[in-house]
């Protein structure tokens, strides 16, 4: 868990979710002859393109939050040192 008390939102689980969502949806209006056979072309992909999207979104909104939080970390753990070359005053010009 974070600071905020909120645990970080698994894209993968997210996406199958709402598939399997959607997907109970279609079979609903299906079994209740909400829509027919023909209609049904059109409908499968649905659920498959509305829970891509949610799962692309999440991972854009997830990736930006990290971004601002988190310092930028070098690869032994640390932070990335200033550049100061340059910039050293004591030593002598020649």
Do not use: C, K, Y
Not at 28 to 54: F, H, K, N
Not at 71 to 76: D, E, R
């Amino acid at each position: 868990m974070n600071e905020s008390g909120r645990h970080p939102v698994n894209v993968g689980h997210l996406v199958m979710g709402l598939a399997f969502l959607g997907l109970l949806v279609v079979w609903a209006l299906v079994a209740s002859d909400a829509v027919d056979g023909d209609e049904l072309r059109w409908l499968m992909p649905v659920p498959w393109i509305v829970a891509g999207a949610a799962g692309l979104l999440a991972s854009v909104v997830a990736s930006r939050r990290r971004a601002t939080r988190e310092p930028a970390t070098v690869p032994g753990g640390g932070t990335p040192a200033a550049d100061t070359r340059g910039t050293d005053t004591d030593q002598e010009i020649s």
